[in-house]
């Protein structure tokens, strides 16, 4: 296929060539590269600066043709970025730590929270602020949590056999009926379901009292690193300038997840609060010195301490920040 484009002025042995019109074969377009990033859960806003950098077009800008891969209960993270077929996964340390236990060769090349969202939920008139509220208590709670409670009482000295167990379902009913004082979940669901339904609550932050897990990280393989780096850089670049649009309306990302995802379900009221209540969680002063997914030798060695209480023994090598520096520059 060819093209035909006019020549410009040009000057032949002094001669002024005006009009002239020459043959040229065309360009072929360049392809984008296909990558497949694997998240973490269902859709929702808790994504939304991934949906940012697609809408906006930030991958396509770097030759990237991106892939948002949902999660979900029967979609773990780590498979297909072992097998390739999802470059990078959204996971958390203390899951990457034990697939790495395992002999899975993963690096943690990023971090989007940089506290932790565990939390403990009760009521106003029974609150638990702090660990030292917990003995006596009655918490509701999947069993298979044991070991994030156990580890945040060890970190402050609280006997964990003085607090009763109550194996629940992820739901705010039992506290809100009253069959328990409080709730091990997320920061940014349970209490936020509850404030929309008018129903007023406490949250203390694990993070705020000496539980430290990266959450919402960003693993990839070794092999990956060293044979995708190119790639690897184009789409933490998109990330984020996603998630930097993100922190600047939040409002605007739960919008977007909205118009994305009309038939996963969603209530824009909740994507809205959770929108806001993200925040704090992912932005810091640590990102704002160095940018959103930024991590140092001193927020590594409080992770690795955490996680050997939980069982998931790893070093720092297990984080790997080139990636960040290079964007940094």
């Given at each position: 296929?060819?093209?035909?484009?006019?020549?410009?002025?040009?000057f032949l042995?002094g001669?002024?060539?005006?009009?002239s019109?020459?043959?040229l074969p065309?360009?072929?377009?360049?392809?984008?590269?296909p990558?497949r990033?694997?998240l973490?859960?269902?859709h929702s806003v808790?994504?939304?600066g991934?949906?940012?950098?697609?809408?906006q077009?930030?991958?396509?800008e770097?030759?990237?043709?991106v892939?948002l891969?949902?999660?979900?209960?029967n979609?773990?993270?780590e498979p297909?970025?072992v097998?390739?077929?999802?470059l990078?996964?959204?996971?958390?340390?203390?899951?990457?730590a034990?697939?790495?236990?395992?002999g899975a060769?993963?690096?943690?090349?990023?971090v989007?929270?940089q506290?932790?969202?565990?939390?403990?939920?009760?009521?106003?008139g029974?609150?638990?602020?702090?660990?030292?509220?917990?003995p006596?208590k009655r918490?509701?709670?999947?069993?298979?949590?044991?070991?994030?409670?156990e580890?945040?009482?060890g970190i402050?000295?609280i006997d964990v056999?003085?607090?009763?167990v109550?194996p629940?379902?992820?739901?705010a009913?039992?506290l809100?009926?009253g069959?328990?004082?409080?709730?091990?979940?997320?920061?940014?669901?349970?209490?936020v379901?509850?404030e929309?339904?008018?129903?007023?609550?406490v949250?203390?932050?694990l993070?705020?009292?000496?539980y430290?897990?990266?959450?919402?990280?960003?693993?990839?393989?070794e092999?990956?690193?060293?044979?995708?780096?190119k790639e690897?850089?184009?789409?933490?670049?998109?990330e984020?300038?996603?998630w930097?649009?993100?922190h600047?309306d939040?409002?605007?990302a739960?919008?977007?997840?909205?118009r994305?995802?009309p038939?996963?379900?969603l209530?824009?009221?909740?994507?809205?609060?959770q929108?806001?209540?993200?925040?704090?969680l992912?932005?810091?002063?640590l990102?704002?010195a160095?940018?959103?997914?930024?991590?140092?030798?001193?927020?590594v060695a409080?992770?690795?301490e955490?996680?050997?209480?939980l069982?998931k023994?790893?070093?720092p090598?297990l984080w790997?920040?080139s990636i960040l520096?290079?964007l940094?520059g």
């Amino acid at each position: 296929m060819t093209r035909f484009i006019p020549a410009r002025r040009r000057f032949l042995g002094g001669a002024l060539a005006l009009g002239s019109t020459v043959l040229l074969p065309a360009l072929p377009a360049r392809a984008a590269t296909p990558v497949r990033l694997q998240l973490s859960w269902l859709h929702s806003v808790q994504f939304g600066g991934s949906y940012i950098a697609l809408d906006q077009g930030y991958w396509a800008e770097e030759d990237l043709d991106v892939s948002l891969l949902p999660g979900g209960p029967n979609a773990p993270v780590e498979p297909p970025v072992v097998a390739g077929t999802a470059l990078v996964g959204i996971s958390a340390a203390d899951y990457t730590a034990a697939a790495v236990g395992q002999g899975a060769p993963f690096k943690i090349i990023g971090v989007a929270m940089q506290k932790n969202p565990f939390a403990i939920a009760s009521l106003p008139g029974n609150p638990v602020e702090t660990p030292a509220d917990l003995p006596g208590k009655r918490i509701g709670m999947a069993l298979a949590n044991m070991p994030v409670l156990e580890a945040l009482c060890g970190i402050n000295g609280i006997d964990v056999s003085e607090i009763e167990v109550v194996p629940t379902q992820y739901d705010a009913a039992p506290l809100v009926q009253g069959q328990v004082d409080c709730l091990l979940c997320w920061a940014t669901d349970l209490p936020v379901a509850m404030e929309i339904r008018g129903v007023g609550n406490v949250v203390m932050l694990l993070a705020d009292h000496g539980y430290a897990v990266h959450s919402q990280t960003y693993i990839a393989t070794e092999d990956s690193l060293a044979a995708r780096r190119k790639e690897l850089v184009a789409l933490m670049k998109g990330e984020i300038r996603g998630w930097t649009d993100y922190h600047a309306d939040p409002g605007a990302a739960a919008a977007l997840t909205m118009r994305m995802f009309p038939d996963a379900g969603l209530d824009p009221q909740v994507q809205a609060l959770q929108a806001e209540r993200q925040v704090p969680l992912m932005f810091s002063e640590l990102t704002d010195a160095n940018g959103f997914g930024w991590f140092t030798e001193e927020t590594v060695a409080a992770n690795v301490e955490t996680l050997a209480r939980l069982g998931k023994p790893v070093g720092p090598e297990l984080w790997d920040r080139s990636i960040l520096e290079e964007l940094r520059g």
